[in-house]
């Protein structure tokens, strides 16, 4: 079957520094991969995706994710982030079943 | 502007007392889906739809039915909820293709 790991509950971090959010998933087929955050009180909003080409996906407001085959990988990475960054981060994928699966989240938690 | 509307968004009732979530959207899309969030469990989805007349379960089917006559409408009834049955519910559609879902504001159930 297939799984979304996200092995961080919780990422605290100050302000302007790096963050790397982790996403591992287990899937013996092609898959598309998406990263998704909440704010609070609010619905998922669609973040990045990766669906075919470059590996490499970036997001309007400075995230980045690097799809990994090899490693079966899907990191969500910002060099500086900001206190409105403070949000869930969902990782998910889709595949040929039709289904969207989601980890568990990362709550990001960005300190003055 | 394309989006997934909910109804309610807040809704407390008792044990046994049937009750219909409703779900639209205008973007045209095949697929929709319910996923219910819990705490710690992330997403888990409960019932989706590939299109008119076409549904499946989910993970968590237990206690919830669906339909789908329309396409732009996929409504979750729990004919008779339990508190067990309390959390926070989206629905979401996407084409088929997999580009990436779009999310309703949620509805948060309290049973009691």
């Known amino acids: 079957a297939q799984s979304v790991t996200q092995l961080d509950s919780q990422v605290p971090v100050f302000e302007e520094a790096p963050v790397e959010l982790r996403c591992n998933y287990s899937s013996s087929v092609s898959v598309y991969l998406f990263w998704y955050v909440q704010y609070p009180n609010q619905g998922l909003q669609l973040l990045l995706k990766y669906l075919s080409g470059s590996t490499l996906v970036k997001s309007i407001n400075g995230f980045e994710a690097e799809f990994n085959k090899s490693q079966t990988s899907f990191h969500l990475r910002k060099p500086s982030v900001h206190i409105s960054d403070t949000a869930e981060y969902f990782c998910a994928v889709f595949s040929g079943t039709y289904k969207y699966i989601f980890g568990t989240g990362t709550r990001l938690k960005v300190l003055a | 502007e394309a989006q997934v509307t909910q109804n309610p968004r807040y809704l407390i009732t008792v044990t046994g007392k049937k009750l219909t979530v409703t779900c639209s959207q205008n973007m045209n899309h095949e697929y929709m889906s319910w996923y219910r969030q819990d705490p710690g469990l992330g997403l888990r989805q409960i019932y989706y739809?590939?299109?008119?007349?076409?549904?499946d379960k989910g993970d968590v089917p237990e206690g919830y039915k669906v339909s789908r006559k329309e396409k732009r409408n996929f409504p979750l009834i729990l004919e008779s909820p339990s508190p067990n049955q309390t959390s926070l519910y989206f629905c979401?559609?996407?084409?088929?293709?997999?580009?990436?879902?779009?999310f309703g504001q949620g509805t948060r159930l309290t049973v009691v």
């Open positions: 739809s590939m299109n008119v007349e076409v549904t």
């Open positions: 979401a559609s996407s084409s088929v293709g997999g580009g990436g879902a779009f």
